[in-house]
């Protein structure tokens, strides 16, 4: 009798047990890009669902509320979260002393942070919302800003298995949820029910895995670290201050100026996009790990790796963004339906902003690398007023389409001052790559231009743009999945 071989008893140690830093980051970033990619799956689909359910004013409330929610999570946290990883990486034994001083700060500054969501919030706009669904909000804020401080912790551990599996049941339970709710109950207030009862789910998940370092909470306080946890933590404040502001900011603009029903408009164009910004965080996750160690060695092959995966990445940003933009008005009503026409113009200006966020994912990673992110600050801090001023004078003048075109200026001013930043460190090229992705994104538009004179399926003109777009390139002798793996082999 033939026995048939089969790889998941090696699978299964490799992908749960760290046996070597190479393996550890293999499995790592498997499972830090499984969970984000099956993570953002799911929240699509429920957007989708609430979306067309509750119409695009319904939406845009809740929008709006979740989008003010976000922006006070960040202050709830100034870089705490990202200090814990980093001393507990370095100082294992260490990590009940500084998981129950960082966790009284964050408690601390989460409650803070709630108290101003529920007694603030309705001062910062004119769209009309329930006391209900305030409260709703302010509890989602606590329960998503405690679990994923408790997530660090396994990050600090390199166990991301565990926050992967964290992460997807919370998102599996708020998409069931929210399919449960919204029939019965078709409002905000139910949407927001829904993602109370999902990250509930995922806190009480944390917390059980954390319950050893839980119970030593206050035995192992430190009062003498709380200094050095705030003084550690805020150049990372800033960073995600502006990662944040940049991504919610407009949103909540939106609101101060114009009505929920445009709120909705809006965030179906911007969160639409922002799922989009996940892919080339895979690949960066891959590399940081190449590039973090090539950057104290060797910064000839350090050059090598960036620039190829710098084409990696731009040859899926460009015909994802030519694509969107030739293709918008399909995609909306096919995905959201007519009732939200009005979002193609705003989804056709973000999605320019996709040539320039996918590269500066990798910009980023390189200087830090080199441990040169504080030369990011200033930028940053720029970026977010620049960011502000400009929603604040064109969503009055020119409504929704205002905030997308803040979106996608600050984006080219700080994405192209941090490119230099970068060229100054390492002097990469990547513009002699180009002229290949440009013609095979030429080609791509072409055939979606020739498609839609037919009145072809959507679906269809997106199967055929991409096989158009791949021979294009393949035909040009671009193979970068081989260039790609041989760049960090020989690295």
């Known amino acids: 009798m033939q026995i048939k071989y089969s790889p998941l008893p090696k699978l299964k140690p490799f992908l749960l047990h760290n046996r070597g830093v190479k393996q550890t980051i293999i499995k790592n970033t498997f499972w830090l890009s499984f969970s984000e990619i099956v993570g953002r799956l799911l929240r699509i689909v429920l957007i989708i669902y609430a979306a067309r359910l509750l119409g695009a004013a319904g939406w845009g409330t809740f929008s709006y509320?979740?989008?003010?929610?976000?922006?006070?999570?960040?202050?709830?946290?100034?870089?705490?979260?990202?200090?814990?990883?980093?001393?507990?990486?370095?100082?294992?034994?260490?990590?009940?002393?500084?998981?129950?001083?960082?966790?009284?700060?964050?408690?601390v500054l989460t409650l803070a942070s709630f108290l101003?969501?529920?007694?603030?919030?309705?001062l910062f706009t004119g769209i009309p919302l329930s006391r209900t669904l305030i409260v709703l909000i302010g509890v989602l804020f606590i329960f998503d800003s405690l679990r994923?401080?408790?997530?660090?912790?396994?990050?600090?551990?390199?166990?991301?298995?565990?926050?992967?599996?964290i992460n997807i049941l919370t998102q599996l339970a708020i998409v069931v949820s929210g399919f449960i709710i919204l029939p019965l109950f078709s409002s905000p207030e139910s949407l927001a029910a829904a993602y109370v009862v999902g990250s509930g789910i995922g806190l009480l998940i944390t917390s059980y895995l954390l319950r050893g370092q839980i119970r030593r909470l206050f035995s192992s306080f430190d009062k003498g670290l709380v200094k050095s946890i705030i003084s550690a933590a805020w150049p990372f404040s800033i960073a995600a201050i502006f990662s944040v502001l940049l991504v919610n900011i407009d949103t909540v603009m939106i609101g101060w100026f114009r009505s929920a029903t445009d709120v909705?408009?809006?965030a179906v164009a911007q969160k639409s996009i922002a799922v989009l910004y996940v892919l080339p965080a895979l690949l960066v996750g891959a590399l940081f790990p190449v590039l973090s160690?090539?950057?104290?060695?060797?910064?000839?092959?350090?050059?090598?790796?960036?620039?190829?995966?710098?084409?990696?990445?731009?040859?899926?940003?460009?015909?994802?963004?030519i694509g969107i933009i030739l293709t918008a008005d399909k995609l909306i009503s096919a995905i959201y339906g007519s009732a939200y026409a009005a979002s193609v113009g705003p989804l056709r200006i973000l999605a320019l902003t996709i040539i320039t966020v996918f590269p500066i994912t990798?910009?980023?990673?390189?200087?830090?690398?080199?441990?040169k992110q504080k030369q990011l600050i200033p930028l940053w801090i720029g970026g977010t007023i620049a960011n502000v001023l400009l929603n604040f004078f064109l969503i009055r003048s020119i409504g929704i389409s205002g905030a997308a075109w803040a979106s996608l200026l600050t984006q080219i001013g700080v994405n192209g001052m941090t490119w230099l930043k970068m060229k100054k460190i390492n002097d990469f090229s990547v513009?002699?790559?180009?002229?290949?992705?440009l013609l095979a994104s030429f080609m791509m538009g072409v055939a979606i231009i020739f498609m839609q004179q037919f009145n072809i399926n959507i679906l269809l003109i997106i199967i055929v743009a991409v096989v158009v777009y791949f021979a294009s390139l393949l035909f040009g002798g671009e193979n970068p999945f081989k260039q790609l793996r041989a760049a960090i082999k020989s690295a």
């Open 65 to 107: 509320m979740a989008s003010l929610a976000a922006v006070f999570t960040v202050f709830s946290d100034i870089g705490v979260s990202a200090v814990l990883i980093r001393e507990v990486s370095k100082k294992p034994k260490m990590e009940s002393v500084y998981f129950s001083t960082a966790l009284s700060l964050k408690l």
């Open 264 to 266: 909705g408009l809006y």
């Open 362 to 371: 990798i910009l980023i990673n390189g200087i830090f690398a080199y441990d």
């Open 293 to 321: 160690r090539l950057a104290a060695t060797n910064g000839k092959k350090f050059r090598v790796v960036m620039e190829q995966g710098m084409k990696f990445i731009l040859i899926a940003a460009f015909p994802i963004a």
């Open 116 to 122: 101003v969501i529920i007694f603030a919030t309705p």
């Open 431 to 437: 513009l002699g790559k180009l002229p290949d992705i």
């Open 148 to 165: 994923r401080f408790g997530m660090s912790v396994f990050r600090a551990r390199e166990k991301m298995e565990r926050e992967a599996f």
